[in-house]
């Protein structure tokens, strides 16, 4: 069925570290893509989207681009900081659902100063 | 931005009990909100969906008698969780999009509701 799959936390980097956050999805037809982040004791907030094969979204230094031959949507940053510390979810909605989204399991990051 | 406000943040009540949260658009109309738990250190796993004025649908495996969901108006839906048991612990977030939103419109996410049953 149709999932997202995201690499497995808890990822702990020191201040300034390059970060990629691995996401790969299996759907049906052309989903949209998005990565939602969640604060401690607060709720989601979306972080950026793509809608098509070959979008780059981007928000706040990190990036993640719409693969479709690989079916990826990896969420990058080049200078993390201590106040990325958050779990970070990978997530799609399908184009024939009402528009609910899938989400990965989440990653959780700390970032050492 | 559209901001989704969702009430209380957390609550604790005793098994047996009835508890009600719930979720407002405060500055759009939300046609279309959507339920969704988060187990521990696990993803977040949808509900129901609910659309205004109409029977909220469920996905399988939910209890649609035990977690009541209203969606009365184009601002507010309620989630009861009625007679509570210490298994129904967990943090249960809402989310709404807007009327004039796309169906791949991101959504917009309450803080969220910790609830502990005892």
């Known amino acids: 069925g149709d999932s997202v799959t995201q690499m497995e936390g808890p990822v702990t980097l020191s201040e300034e570290a390059f970060l990629t956050i691995n996401c790969t999805y299996t759907a049906t037809g052309y989903p949209s893509l998005f990565w939602y982040v969640q604060y401690p004791g607060e709720g989601l907030q979306l972080l950026l989207k793509?809608?098509?094969?070959?979008d780059k979204g981007s928000n706040k230094g990190f990036e993640a681009t719409y693969r479709k031959e690989t079916t990826s949507f990896h969420l990058e940053k080049g200078s993390v900081q201590v106040s990325d510390s958050a779990v970070y979810f990978c997530a799609l909605i399908l184009g024939g659902s009402q528009g609910n989204l899938i989400f990965g399991k989440g990653t959780k990051l700390s970032v050492k100063p | 931005g559209a901001v989704v406000s969702q009430h209380p943040s957390r609550v604790i009540c005793k098994s047996g009990t009835s508890v009600k949260i719930e979720c407002r658009s405060l500055d759009f109309q939300a046609t279309t909100m959507f339920w969704y738990r988060q187990f521990p250190k696990q993803s977040l796993m949808l509900m129901a969906t609910?659309?205004?004025?109409?029977?909220?649908?469920?996905e399988q495996g939910v209890e649609k008698d035990k977690f009541l969901i209203n969606h009365a108006s184009l601002t507010l839906s309620t989630l009861t969780v009625t007679s509570a048991h210490p298994e129904d612990s967990s943090f249960y977030i809402c989310?709404?999009?807007?009327?004039?939103?796309?169906?791949?419109?991101?959504?917009?996410f309450g803080n969220g509701t910790r609830l502990t049953v005892t």
């Open positions: 989310s709404a999009r807007g009327a004039e939103g796309q169906r791949h419109s991101p959504l917009h």
């Open positions: 793509a809608t098509k094969a070959d």
């Open positions: 609910s659309n205004e004025g109409s029977k909220a649908t469920y």
